[in-house]
């Protein structure tokens, strides 16, 4: 019995923020998987290793985690203004679908980066030395972002002295703008309310934040279901019932939120909403042995990913705490304190980070202009990456 051979693929293994993942030039893939559908899903489950029952992507790229099962292609803009159009294709581990329903705001950081050094962005508009203005068209959500991504000697610097919680090394900053982040046609609360009474079989009722910005996500108090948000990964992920219960909260929100029909549906939309659960400061100690302080930060955040608590927090879900924050009443600008504000400290697992966000009352409705945080990104690896033809 004959087996074809592997093909082999221009591919770039990178990091952006806490994330990493492949990314893909359009033009490279095999012409079958250059639009949506089965022959590209396959092709990149592939790539990653999934589904893999064992839960180890020992046969991929991908690494067994929702940070880093992820796969980007990224193509010169068709929209005007526009210079990349980045879609993000989020893997699961062990089950054989990839959602696209979301954006990923960590791997953001890496697409200007990617863009300049793939040809991708005017030649003209890279300096020698200074910064270059990359205008991201995100095709999953239909939103603009801009990346300022660092230039020396007419290359993408990716050496340098910025330091994120949740990534081991320094490197060079890039400073990322999710403009007018709300979801859809600007609708920031899909029920019309800052806070919603949400009934949950077999949990009760909890008071819930209902936002889409940056990404769909539903945040709780984390006294209303018995945590204090100074939790650390093992905390939940080792323990069944409470990432059950979390599953459960996911799905009711999005039923809430109009995202999906029945809780049914909620498994076939892994990415999309995230949960998170939100306290007042207080002081705890990293998962890097990272002492941080009730002063140190303006509220506690800890998010839920592809149904694991995540080691720092989403780039996307940093987008909607940022947002919820400068919108007085949220559950997010409560926890840290209330009143009018236009950007947010918030402790993590992994220890701190800082975003800003400007909304503003328009009608009676919120909405949202832009939101800001700053990242990092660097190639770990690039040449072609094989698979089983």
């Not at 340098?160 to 982040?181: C, H, K, N, Q, Y």
């Amino acid at each position: 019995m004959q087996h074809p051979p592997q093909i082999k693929i221009p591919a770039t293994y990178m990091r952006g923020g806490t994330s990493k993942g492949v990314f893909f030039n359009l033009k490279d893939l095999p012409e079958a998987a250059r639009v949506p559908g089965e022959a590209r899903d396959k092709l990149l489950l592939r790539v990653i290793g999934s589904p893999d029952p064992y839960g180890k992507h020992t046969d991929g790229m991908g690494g067994a985690t929702s940070s880093t099962s992820k796969t980007v292609i990224l193509s010169k803009s068709e929209k005007p203004d526009h210079d990349v159009d980045y879609l993000f294709g989020q893997v699961s581990i062990d089950q054989p679908f990839i959602d696209w329903s979301g954006n990923c705001g960590n791997l953001t950081a890496a697409v200007g980066s990617f863009a300049i050094s793939n040809g991708l962005v005017d030649p003209a508009r890279i300096p020698e030395n200074g910064t270059v203005v990359v205008r991201i068209w995100q095709a999953n959500i239909e939103k603009t972002i801009i990346a300022h991504v660092p230039v020396t000697n007419g290359a993408v610097q990716e050496t340098g002295d910025f330091e994120l919680d949740g990534v081991t090394f320094p490197a060079a900053e890039v400073r990322i703008e999710f403009m007018d982040p709300a979801d859809g046609d600007g609708a920031m609360f899909p029920t019309g309310n800052r806070v919603d009474e949400l009934d949950i079989p077999g949990i009760g009722t909890l008071k819930a934040t209902l936002i889409n910005a940056g990404i769909p996500t539903i945040f709780v108090n984390a006294a209303d279901i018995g945590y204090t948000g100074t939790e650390l990964q093992g905390d939940i992920n080792e323990d069944a019932e409470a990432l059950a219960r979390f599953e459960t909260i996911r799905a009711h929100g999005a039923v809430r939120m109009g995202l999906i029909k029945d809780v049914s549906e909620a498994a076939a939309r892994q990415h999309t909403p995230k949960v998170a659960f939100v306290a007042p400061p207080a002081g705890y100690t990293s998962s890097s042995g990272k002492v941080v302080s009730a002063d140190d930060v303006d509220l506690l955040v800890r998010a839920l990913s592809m149904g694991k608590l995540h080691h720092a927090m989403m780039g996307t879900a940093a987008v909607a705490i940022g947002t919820a924050a400068a919108i007085p009443g949220t559950l997010v600008n409560l926890a840290a304190g209330g009143g009018e504000r236009n950007a947010v400290r918030f402790g993590h697992p992994s220890g701190t980070l800082r975003v800003g966000a400007e909304a503003a009352e328009v009608n009676g409705e919120w909405t949202a202009t832009k939101a800001i945080m700053s990242r990092s990104a660097r190639v770990l690896m690039e040449g072609w990456v094989r698979v089983p033809g």
